[in-house]
């Protein structure tokens, strides 16, 4: 079975200016609305707070579990659906933690185990983080981040070029930005989960760059007669098949994990499959437009 | 069979027979004879995955400096008055400093000085300030000092808390140091998430002072303290309100007895089924408290634990044989809770809750039913794929997928690392990069092949082609990894960690595995159209 006949020759390289400018007005527009917000919309892990997660065994209203949760008069307290409708699940949270209201979480159960009863309700989850553990979560996570590019990038430089090296890095910050730039334009909030998600478009990204910029490293051995332009563009038709069967069975995969992982697995799908469509996307109009602006401009002796 | 695919061939049935042994003991129950000679660790789940809670807690090592000046005042004064030394202010100005008075300092400076060396050596002059009728010492802990209280602090309280959750009784839990002054405690499967954190975060600091009885209570919240004396008080909890009442109590200051001389402690019931806590003290321990009744009797003494005033009874005669009681409106469980909370001993200083985490066991048990049905539904469907998509050499690459799983779920149960859900996206990151490396390969086989190359031929051109694009991605996401590891916390660590495994793995199955397969099959039998 064959999905790409094997000599095909589409034209990538004719459409890059197309291509760049969809992908440079999306990046503006993740830019602007984490411009606008004041950066990613942090989740409890990162600023700290406390969220508790009841689910009840009968019906119960939301406005019935705000009007009880706001007897106790918490700051900032917010109550929403939590999973599927009628799941009778919320998320009660609040930026408060136990450091400054002893025993938080127990007063919540009690009001509502108070008006609900008892054996009505169970606490599923309760997550309670401290300013100064969000802030050093923050700080570690970047470090992390920022180290492992580091890392990668010096690895390619060895590998193969700078130009290829820089060209994978740009693309990888263009994915990470663009799926923040949605995650922030739809309000999701990132935490640890969200990073890890991050993190696996990340991992995902460079392979995909590689598998192009290796065959382009081959073709220029091989194709000493053709300019890099059509190099490029036959490097892009031959992997073009393993690109489309790697996404493809990457994306089955995730859509799985989308509507049948439950709530936990939910918003790290989603990433996931926002990552893996701008990164497949990004790894052929991306990082090539680069390596070829990069020989405009930094020509290189033996290549005409 | 050619010599180097016999090597391969033993070296993956090596790894394979590895893979089994450490993955047998999550699979089935092992014999006993296996479980005493083998290792039997269990691949295990994160607290997020089965349930529990996670603790990250502060000890404030403040506390335990301010503890120290408070003893040394208290030490001091006895010194100086023994010593008739007069003295005239004596406090503590700092976390870790105290200043003291010294009266005619022409006549009492030497022989302060040297008393101060004799018998505190761990006080430090910080400043003299020396005018004509009094001198003014600034004393500190020194440096070495304050390092070891704090410390102390930390390792004492390590070890206090892992004596109460062993007393508390939860399976396999997790006590360790985090950094300097940070205490991480995971308990998996854990009920009563509340009655665990009373446990393990109460100070529990017991001790003895008597009541101040000759001086008038009233007089004395008004503001006309004695000057040895302070303010404690008893708190009840009515059980049905919820209300709480205080009583105070006019104390001493100075403590006769604490926690420290108990041997163990215990739950009874008097004869209106009230349950009361008994104690027990070493010979010590029993000594001091023969004296302090003797010397005190019909006066009050009350028992306090962490500043609370429990009971104040009155001693009626001299008790001799070293034991107590705790009297207070006990429940038989917070009874025993405190029986478990004493005999573990008190905290050299208080804790602080930085970070608590409780899943309960049904969203633990949900989420695993969803991780699984939905992983494996999906990883079902890639193996379909693969199989219909490439036919006998898909079938092949499902096979080293499958065996690059098994190895990273024995690799976990190796290490004893835990499997977390940033562990499960790790892993499918692996899955994708490892169906990509067969992709690589299968790819480039039919290229060559429509090249007009023989099977063999195409074969041997299709990895070594492929070799240097798979080699690169996994290794840079290998580096990426390790930095992840070595910079990351918990939820990064987890992902690392499969991450790194998983691909260390994959170059091995697609790389070395399917290979063998492909060269044992070409060289057995004359194939002229591969099935792919």
């Known amino acids: 079975m064959e999905l790409i006949k094997p000599n095909i020759n589409f034209d990538f390289v004719g459409k890059i200016k197309w291509a760049l400018t969809f992908s440079l007005s999306l990046f503006a527009l993740s830019v602007l609305s984490l411009l606008l917000k004041g950066g990613p919309r942090y989740g409890l892990d990162f600023i700290g707070g406390t969220v508790v997660q009841v689910k009840f065994a009968n019906q119960v209203d939301i406005g019935e579990v705000r009007a009880a949760v706001d007897n106790l008069t918490i700051e900032g307290i917010s109550v929403q659906e939590f999973g599927e409708k009628d799941a009778n699940e919320y998320l009660i949270s609040m930026k408060t933690t136990s450091e400054e209201l002893e025993g938080i979480s127990d007063k919540i159960r009690a009001v509502l185990e108070q008006k609900f009863g008892a054996k009505s309700l169970e606490i599923r989850r309760v997550e309670m983080v401290g300013p100064k553990v969000g802030k050093d979560l923050r700080q570690k996570g970047m470090l992390a981040v920022i180290f492992s590019l580091i890392g990668m990038l010096i690895y390619i430089w060895y590998r193969f070029e700078l130009r290829f090296g820089l060209g994978a890095i740009f693309c990888l910050v263009h994915d990470v930005v663009i799926t923040l730039g949605v995650f922030s334009i739809l309000n999701k909030p990132v935490d640890l989960i ?111 | ?201 109460r100070t529990a600091l017991l001790e003895f002072k008597i009541v101040n009885d000759e001086n008038d209570l009233n007089k004395a919240l008004k503001g006309e303290m004695p000057f040895d004396s302070e303010i404690l008080y008893s708190k009840l909890e009515d059980k049905k309100t919820g209300e709480m009442t205080k009583t105070p109590y006019l104390l001493k200051k100075s403590t006769l007895l604490t926690g420290e001389h108990l041997t163990t402690a215990g739950v009874r019931f008097d004869q209106f089924n009230r349950p009361y806590v008994t104690l027990a003290f070493d ?186 694009a798979i080699i690169d991605s996994n290794l840079t996401t290998i580096i990426s990894a390790l930095f992840l590891f070595q910079f990351g916390t918990g939820p990064i660590k987890g992902f690392a960690v499969t991450l790194t495994i998983g691909l260390t793995a994959s170059l091995f199955t697609a790389i070395v595995c399917t290979r063998v397969v492909y060269d044992y099959v070409l060289s057995k039998w004359r194939v002229k159209k591969l099935s792919i």
């Open chain 1, 194 to 304: 969200i990073v890890a998600a991050l993190l696996t478009i990340v991992g995902y990204d460079i392979n995909d760059t590689i598998i192009v910029c290796d065959r382009i490293r081959e073709n220029m051995k091989k194709m000493t007669q053709k300019s890099l332009r059509e190099v490029i563009n036959t490097s892009i038709n031959q992997t073009l098949s393993r690109t489309i069967i790697t996404s493809g069975t990457v994306v089955i995969v995730l859509i799985a994990l989308f509507f049948l992982g439950g709530e936990v697995l939910h918003d790290f799908s989603f990433c996931l499959l926002i990552g893996v469509f701008f990164g497949t996307f990004s790894s052929i109009y991306v990082a090539t437009p680069l390596v070829i602006y990069w020989e405009k401009f930094f020509p290189k002796k033996k290549r005409r």
């Open chain 2, 1 to 201: 069979m050619e010599k180097s695919l016999k090597w391969k061939f033993i070296l993956i049935v090596v790894i394979l027979v590895i893979t089994c042994f450490y993955l047998a003991p999550s699979v089935f129950t092992m014999p006993s004879w296996w479980t005493s000679t083998f290792p039997s660790e269990k691949v295990s789940l994160g607290l997020d995955l089965q349930g529990g809670m996670h603790l990250l807690l502060e000890v404030e090592t403040e506390k335990a400096l301010s503890n120290t000046i408070d003893r040394m005042i208290g030490e001091l004064k006895d010194v100086l008055l023994k010593e008739r030394i007069p003295f005239d202010r004596i406090e503590r100005v700092q976390n870790d400093t105290l200043l003291i008075e010294i009266l005619n300092p022409e006549e009492y400076k030497d022989k302060f000085t040297k008393l101060l060396e004799e018998q505190f050596p761990i006080l430090e002059k910080q400043s003299v300030d020396e005018k004509e009728k009094v001198v003014t010492y600034t004393l500190g802990l020194s440096l070495k000092e304050k390092q070891y209280l704090q410390t102390f602090a930390v390792d004492k309280g390590l070890e206090t808390i892992r004596n109460r959750v062993d007393e508390f009784g939860v399976a396999e839990p997790i006590i360790q140091k985090q950094s300097e002054d940070r205490i991480l405690i995971q308990l998996p499967g854990i009920k009563d998430p509340k009655r665990a954190i009373d446990i393990i975060s």
């Open chain 2, 283 to 468: 010979s010590i321990g029993g000594k001091i408290f023969e004296r302090i009744t003797g010397e005190n009797i019909k006066k009050r003494l009350a028992i306090i634990l962490d500043n609370n005033v429990y009971s104040a009874p009155v001693i009626k005669d001299r008790i001799g044989g070293g034991g107590a009681i705790i009297e207070g409106n006990f429940t038989s469980e917070t009874a025993r809770d405190l029986a478990i909370v004493l005999r573990a001993g008190s905290l050299p200083a208080p804790v602080r809750i930085l970070e608590q985490r409780t899943v309960g066991p049904s969203l633990g048990q949900d989420s695993i039913r969803e991780g699984l049905t939905s992983t494996l539904v999906g990883g079902i469907a890639v193996v379909a794929f693969m199989a219909v998509y490439y036919l006998l050499s898909g079938v092949l690459a499902n096979a080293a997928l499958l065996l690059n799983i098994l190895i990273i779920l024995a690799a976990l149960a190796a290490f004893r690392a835990t499997l977390s859900l940033p562990g499960i996206a790790g892993i499918v990151l692996t899955i994708g990069m490892a169906v990509d490396a067969n992709v690589l390969i299968l790819e480039r086989i039919r290229e060559e092949i429509r090249a007009g190359k023989t099977p063999r031929a195409a074969i041997d051109a299709g990895y070594s082609r492929a070799m240097s």
